[in-house]
């Protein structure tokens, strides 16, 4: 079992039971840049898309490769840790590859990611993605589950400073058995360039076993090299904010949440081009 501090032992003890009731893969979360912003994601149009809106891929001129680290409510065993490449085909399509894994040596859930992206015409961008997912326990005792499911997005640019995205994943609503399920999610939301520094989104996620969660954020050019966010999400309640960091082809990426009654988390990207 999990070796959790005595302080969070009610915590933990709430979570355990919520899974052993009916477990389900868990969602990574998105990116740095957009979890700084409420945790806003298909609107977003960078490397992020890798973790975010896969059909934004289309639009990358560089390739990338990125780790990310995000640890929820300071606890290691409710950690995510990931690694995401992308590397364009031409001028409007692109693949990438993305490992997640959640959880420690007592449970713990991964997933492999592999992704497409097509720009079709000057306006539109859709993509694909493949997913093996992996659930399981250090404990011989209690089996251990392969599935494999997909997601499909998609992007308009209808004018200049907007972009509109939808993304779902598992929509045909696979069900791995009775004791664990792959839950189907579904997002839309937009952004829109309000000035060259100022950048705000919104959007509307449904996960079918959740209520949904409304979710917006701000971004603020604070200099060439410096962006600041914050964000506000519904369900649950979480305040947001963060900071972006750009040193040539280095791009970090820093936020962190603030939930009432559990506390803090946070997440780091790292993304560099080539």
Partial sequence: MFKIRKKYSLFALFFALTFSTYSQFEFPVVGSRGAAMGGVSVGLKDFC??????????YLNNRYIGIGFAENFMLSELSY??????????GINAMALRYTHFGNIGYSEQRVAMQYAQRLGLYVSLGVELDYLHCGTSDVYYDKYNN????VALQVRPSDGWVIGLYAFNPLGRVVDTDISIASLFKLGA???V??????????????YMKHNIRWGLEYKVFDFMFARIGFSTCPILYTF???LLTGDLNIDFSAHVHNSLGVSSNITVNYSF
Wanted: no cysteine; charged share 15%; proline share 5%.
């Fill in 148 to 151: 494999v499911s997909f997601a």
């Fill in 81 to 90: 840790k990931s690694i995401q490449m992308a590397v364009p085909i031409s």
């Fill in 242 to 244: 963060g900071v972006g």
């Fill in 195 to 208: 000035s060259p520094l100022l950048e705000a989104a919104v959007e509307v996620e449904k996960n079918v």
């Fill in 191 to 193: 952004s829109y360039a």
């Fill in 49 to 58: 898309s890798t973790i975010d809106n896969i059909a934004g891929l289309s």
